[in-house]
Every structure is written in structure tokens, then in C-alpha cells.
């Protein structure tokens, strides 16, 4: 595929699933065979696109830059270089992955499939737009587009429990949005670009720092809030488990990647081999790391659980992407592990929820208690879920071992250097036992999850006459389609692969990324050594102690003896009903409406002396004893209301003469 081709396909990868969005709603209209068809066309042929990008780059590595000028005045810039090749392969397969799933996932009781499946396919569009783009202008544009689009999947059941939750994903990205914009507009003021290949030698000669970092901090809380960053994650726990399976595995799998991609631009490209900047984000990776562990194992609800699980690995990655700032010139194992990790969420999260939407589309429930022991005779299903669970829990011989381990190992590294220096590497000691203590929690929740499913004793329920004929016959319902086996088992299967050859796999792609973190390409690394062998040990020996001892006292024996499992977090710990709500309901709208409600006053209030004394305006016993008519009189006060009118415009122009003011003020301060 020559360059000139390669530049001409930037655009088809973005824009290709925005006429695909089209054509299945138009294609829903006729009939649902011909809607899944035509998404399952858009879908694989975008696949085989950006698979043939990522083919052509790994033969002779090139970056290709495709530009479309004149919109919104900056121009929409798209580039591919090795990071993007992968990461956008990587969402091309998930996007094929769940397509393929939903054929039999939505075929029971599902609604409204037109609007879900042109949603779907636009938000593919802005999606790759985001990691397609060139400078931050761009990503914002698809970014914005993308956190729109996939609100739909949260409440596509518009049940009163999805309205919610979209209420608080939508919140959280209009105010991570907004914070990004301003971010974003303090940055291009103060640098004079956007663009990330100028980004960091424009930044190297601002003398104001200060400014930098208030750009770097509001673009931080946009992608963060995103990505699922501690505290901005109160949308994860809430929208996955009340969105369509395989939404949630495009929410957790790849949307929140798009957090992180923005949050790795910002780190390499404005805070590059910034102490204070990577120090910020380890702490903020640790607490997400340990936070989502923390809620996954109290959660009783299979896909809450994998939600805050998604939480927690957001945060190994982050811890990944500080690494990369505190390192400096040193950064090659944590440039690695940071987006191998990415790469290997992507691919259990896509597993692991797939594998949620099986057990959904055959029992529609999802709490742990009344899902016990379905798992039982099913060993497909089984292997499907170990493949996810073993390697999210970093066990050797599955990919999330290797990315686990190249990320311990920047630690490792980062206290050594930092006692080299002299320096104090304590609180470096306690951030690898938060990482490690994670680990094993990882392992207590997946084995809680486990033992659910294919351990437990199943509830005893009554069988309908069809049901025990079935039984009677010996004919044993198929609980998933041929397609869904054939699409879980070869993501399954990429899993143990690329742990047991991660030279020929892992590394070959890792390689191709680095160049996007300012790092180098590595020679060969003893994954499998003792001392990185030790670490997992460590994790796996946690992980036992967690499970035996906390998960057993989160569950107790009923009346009949079996195991119920507990909601056992307090209320009053979730951040957004305990918080965010009631400061913004108590403290923020009265506060606001009062400073309103006196404009409003004010306005209202000069308006009507100037009505009195220019217009000298008179009672209506005035006009009465004067002898006005009633017709007359209607006209008046229809005059009256006109005058109202006039005063509720007035306040609107107020306020946007006080915006306009502010604007100004700003603009004077910051240039």
C-alpha cells in the first residue's frame, strides 16, 4: 500500500462509519437482517482498513499525515504513526468483536436497535477520529462527538435506572469537556500551538510555567474524567451495568482508552520528563488503582464489578504514564508496560463483558445471588472467563502478566534511581505494595466471580412444561450462538498467545509504539526471571489471603446454608449521591440562583423606573376614571405584556454583555 493511499484512508477510517451510521438506519427500515448485515459490513471493512494501515507501517515505518483545511478555522489533522496503528487496530477489533456478538445479543427483546446501531457505528467514526488526531484542536472535536454519541448506549433501555446514569456519564463529560476547552485555550495562548509534534519545544520556551500548568491541569480533568480517573469516575460503576453488554465493553474497553491517549499526549508532549507533573499522576493512578479494587470486591453485581475492575486497571495504567514523566531518558520499560496494559484491557474487558452479555441474554438478571452456579456444565463458558480473569489477574502465561510486569519493573527502577540520587524513596516503596496489594485484589474479585458462576450451588427454580420436555428428551438449549463461540474464543485465544510468545507478538508491537512516548525500542527482557516471577507470586499469594479471608466475611450462610453475598459498602462513601449531588443541589444552584434572581431584580427593577418615568405609566383605575374602553383596555395591558417581554429580553442581553466583558478580561489578562 503506497503512502499517497495510505494518507487518502486517514480520512475513509474516520468518515467511512458516519455514512456506514447512515445507511443501517435506513437499512433498519426494511428489515433487521439487512441492518445487521450492513453493520457487520461497515464494521469488518474498517478492520481490514486499519489492519492493512498497521501492516504497511510495520513494513517500512512511515508516519502519515493527512490534513482537511478550513474547518473551525484550524483544520482537521490526522496522523498515523506506529502508537495510532496499533491502538487503532486495536479499537477496529473490538468494534468488529462486539458486532459480531450483538447479531445474537439483541436479537430477543430489544428496541429502538436503528438509533443504537447508528450511534454505534458514529461513534466508531469520532472514536478513531481521536486517536487519529494530530493536535489537540482535533481530538477535542472527535472527543466531544464521541462522549455525545455513546451517551445513547447508557440509557438505550430508558429505564429509570439508565436515565439516571446517563444523566451522570453526560454530566461528567460536559464538565470534563469544558474543563478541556478552557484547557485547551490557555495552552494555544500560552504556547502559540496545539500541534503534538510542536508541542514540546513550544512549551520549553514559555518562561511562564504557571500557565502551563493550569492548561495542563483542566486538560487532565477532561481526558481523566473520560478515562475514569479517581474522582471523576462516578459514571463507570453506574452506566455499565444498565448499557447493553456489548456497549459496556466498548465503554470500558476502548472509551476510557481515549481518556488515557489524551492523558499520554499531554504527559509526552507538554509535561515530557516533568518530576512534579509524573509524582501527580502516580498519586492519582494509585488511588484509582486501589479505589476501583476496593468497590470491585464489594459490588454484587457481575457487571458493577467488572466496571470498578475497569476503575482499577485505569489506574495500573496511569501509574504507568507517571512513570513515564518521573523516569525521564530512563522511561523504556514503563513506555512499554503503559501500552501493552492499554492494549491488554482493551482485549479482557472485551472478553469479559461479552462474556456478562451470555449470561444476560439467557437469565436477564446480574446480581451474584441469583446468578449462582449457572456456569455448571458449561465449559466453553468457563475457559472464556479464566482466559479474561487470569490474565486481567496478571498470572503467568497470559498477556497481563507480561504488562503487569514491565510496569512493576518501572517502579522497581524508579526507586532505584531515586537512592542513587539521594533522594527519599519511601513513599516509592509504599506505591509498589499499593500496586501489588491491587494485584492480588484483582484475584479475590475474579475468583469471587468464579466460584459465582461454576462453583456454587445453583438456586432451585421451576422448570415450565416446555423447559422439563426439553429435559425429558435429553435436548439441552444451545445458551450461545455458533458466531458468538467462534467470536469469544478467538479474543480468548489471543490472550495466553501473546503471554506464552510475548517476543513475537508482544514486543513486535510495543516496538512499533515507543516512538510516540519519546522512548527507544528495547532489546530482550527476562519476563519469566525469578525476580519477576516473585512479584506475581507475591500478587497470586494476596490475592488467596484477600479471597479467604475478606470475600468469605462479605457473604454468609443462609437458613438452607447457602452462600449470600453482601452490599456491605456504606452509602454514604459514594461520591456521588454523598457529594457531588447534594454540594451542587444545596450549595452551587442556590448560590447561583441568588446572584440570578438579584440581576434579574436589578434589571427588572431599572427597567420599570425607567418605564415610570419616560412612559409615566398609570394605574388602570386611572385609566378607568378616564374613561378607557374595554377594548381599550385589553389593549393595554396587551402592550403590558409586550413590555414583559422587552424586560426578560433586556436580562438576556445583560447577561450576554457580562459574558462578553468577562471573555474580554481574560483574553487581556492571559495575552
Not at 492493512?52 to 489533522?77: E, K
Not at 457505528?121 to 466531544?144: C, H, P, R, S, Y
Request: with cysteine.
Amino acid at each position: 500500500m503506497s503512502v499517497e493511499m495510505r494518507q487518502s484512508l486517514l480520512f475513509f477510517l474516520v468518515f467511512w462509519p458516519v455514512f456506514g451510521a447512515f445507511a443501517a438506519w435506513i437499512a433498519d427500515m426494511v428489515s433487521d437482517k439487512l441492518r445487521d448485515n450492513a453493520v457487520t459490513a461497515v464494521v469488518a471493512v474498517e478492520f481490514a482498513v486499519m489492519v492493512g494501515m498497521l501492516v504497511g507501517f510495520f513494513r517500512d515505518g512511515t508516519v502519515v499525515f493527512g490534513s482537511m483545511n478550513g474547518f473551525g478555522g484550524w483544520g482537521l489533522n490526522l496522523e498515523l504513526d506506529g502508537f495510532r496503528a496499533v491502538y487503532g487496530t486495536v479499537a477496529a477489533l473490538m468494534w468488529l468483536g462486539t458486532g459480531l456478538f450483538s447479531r445474537e445479543y439483541f436479537s430477543s427483546h430489544y428496541k429502538s436497535l436503528g438509533r443504537y446501531n447508528f450511534f454505534y457505528l458514529f461513534t466508531l467514526g469520532a472514536t478513531m477520529g481521536v486517536f487519529l488526531g494530530a493536535d489537540l484542536f482535533t481530538v477535542f472535536i472527535f472527543f466531544e462527538i464521541m462522549s455525545f454519541t455513546s451517551y445513547t448506549w447508557v440509557v438505550h433501555d430508558e429505564t429509570p435506572e439508565a436515565m439516571r446514569a446517563g444523566q451522570t456519564y453526560l454530566a461528567v463529560a460536559i464538565f470534563g469537556g469544558m474543563a478541556m476547552l478552557m484547557g485547551l485555550a490557555i495552552l494555544y495562548t500560552t504556547a502559540g500551538t496545539l500541534t503534538f509534534s510542536e508541542l514540546y519545544a513550544a512549551v520549553s520556551e514559555v518562561p511562564e510555567k504557571g500557565k502551563v500548568w493550569a492548561a495542563g491541569l483542566l486538560i487532565l480533568t477532561g481526558f481523566g474524567a473520560k478515562a475514569g480517573m479517581f474522582p471523576l469516575h462516578i459514571w463507570l460503576p453506574k452506566a455499565h451495568p444498565v448499557a447493553p453488554a456489548p456497549a459496556s465493553a466498548l465503554l470500558s474497553g476502548i472509551l476510557t482508552k481515549s481518556g488515557i491517549f489524551g492523558v499520554i499526549a499531554v504527559t509526552v508532549n507538554v509535561f515530557r520528563h516533568d518530576p512534579a507533573w509524573g509524582k501527580l499522576l502516580l498519586i492519582l493512578g494509585a488511588v484509582t488503582m486501589f479505589g476501583g479494587a476496593l468497590l470491585a470486591l464489594f459490588s454484587v453485581n457481575f457487571k458493577r464489578t467488572l466496571a470498578c475492575s475497569s476503575m482499577s486497571q485505569i489506574g495500573f495504567i496511569l501509574v504507568g504514564v507517571g512513570l513515564l514523566a518521573v523516569l525521564g531518558e530512563e522511561n523504556m520499560l514503563a513506555a512499554r508496560g503503559t501500552v501493552l496494559h492499554m492494549m491488554n484491557h482493551s482485549l479482557f474487558k472485551l472478553l469479559l463483558f461479552m462474556v456478562s452479555g451470555v449470561i444476560y441474554m439467557n437469565t436477564h438478571k446480574l446480581n451474584l445471588n441469583e446468578l449462582k452456579g449457572w456456569g455448571r456444565g458449561k465449559p466453553l463458558l468457563m475457559a472464556l472467563y479464566l482466559s479474561g480473569a487470569l490474565g486481567i489477574g496478571g498470572i503467568p502465561l497470559f498477556s497481563g502478566y507480561i504488562s503487569k510486569t514491565l510496569l512493576h519493573e518501572g517502579i522497581v527502577e524508579y526507586a532505584a534511581l531515586t537512592a542513587e540520587a539521594g533522594g527519599a524513596a519511601g513513599w516509592i516503596t509504599v506505591l509498589e505494595w499499593v500496586f501489588l496489594l491491587t494485584g492480588g485484589m484483582t484475584l479475590g474479585y475474579m475468583a469471587k466471580l468464579f466460584t459465582v458462576l461454576f462453583i456454587d450451588r445453583p438456586q432451585k427454580v421451576k422448570l415450565t412444561a416446555k423447559e422439563k420436555k426439553r429435559l425429558e428428551k435429553g435436548i439441552r438449549k444451545r445458551y450461545m450462538s455458533r458466531l458468538s463461540a467462534v467470536t469469544l474464543s478467538v479474543v480468548a485465544l489471543i490472550i495466553p498467545v501473546f503471554g506464552i510468545l510475548p517476543g513475537l507478538t508482544m514486543n513486535k508491537l510495543a516496538d512499533l509504539t515507543v516512538s510516540f512516548f519519546g522512548s527507544e525500542p528495547a532489546g530482550e527482557i527476562a519476563y519469566f526471571s525469578l525476580t519477576n516471577l516473585k512479584g506475581a507470586a507475591i500478587s497470586i499469594l494476596i490475592g488467596a489471603v484477600v479471597y479467604l479471608a475478606v470475600m468469605r466475611l462479605l457473604a454468609r450462610k443462609t437458613a438452607n446454608g447457602e452462600r449470600e453475598y453482601l452490599d456491605c459498602w456504606p452509602a454514604w462513601l459514594d461520591l456521588e449521591d454523598g457529594v457531588y449531588r447534594p454540594m451542587l443541589g444545596k450549595v452551587l444552584l442556590p448560590v447561583l440562583g441568588a446572584v440570578c434572581g438579584f440581576c434579574d431584580g436589578l434589571a427588572d427593577g431599572c427597567i420599570g423606573v425607567m418605564n415610570r418615568v419616560f412612559f409615566r405609566e398609570k394605574s388602570e383605575d386611572y385609566w378607568m376614571e378616564k374613561g378607557l374602553t374595554a377594548e381599550k383596555l385589553r389593549r393595554r395591558l396587551r402592550i403590558r405584556q409586550e413590555q414583559i417581554l422587552t424586560s426578560s429580553l433586556s436580562f438576556g442581553l445583560l447577561l450576554c454583555a457580562a459574558g462578553l466583558v468577562a471573555t474580554l478580561l481574560y483574553l487581556l489578562y492571559w495575552r
